[in-house]
């Protein structure tokens, strides 16, 4: 109905209800960052990082905190 009333513009997302998404395009970046880096510039004692770490990394720099689970899910993105 929409499309056909409005056309194009009828196929534009309109605004979600509902919390935004903690994850946002400059986190993403931000980790995208620190996984570039090494983990024992960052205080970790193993030469890789996991998610788990990735996210108390993240929490100190940022102040933003996520669960492993959502530092997974980006990280996929970037696959």
Known sequence: MTFALL???GLVD????GRP???????????????DQDPL???S?????SCREL????AQ???VHLGRES??????KRI
């Open 7 to 9: 056309r194009t513009q």
């Open 55 to 58: 996210a108390t990394v993240l």
């Open 14 to 17: 309109r605004p979600r209800s």
């Open 61 to 63: 720099q940022t102040g």
């Open 41 to 43: 510039q960052h205080g």
């Open 21 to 35: 998404p903690k994850v946002t395009c400059e986190l993403e970046q931000h980790l995208n960052r620190l996984v």
């Open 45 to 49: 004692i193993h030469s890789q990082w």
């Open 71 to 76: 530092v997974r899910c980006a990280l996929k």
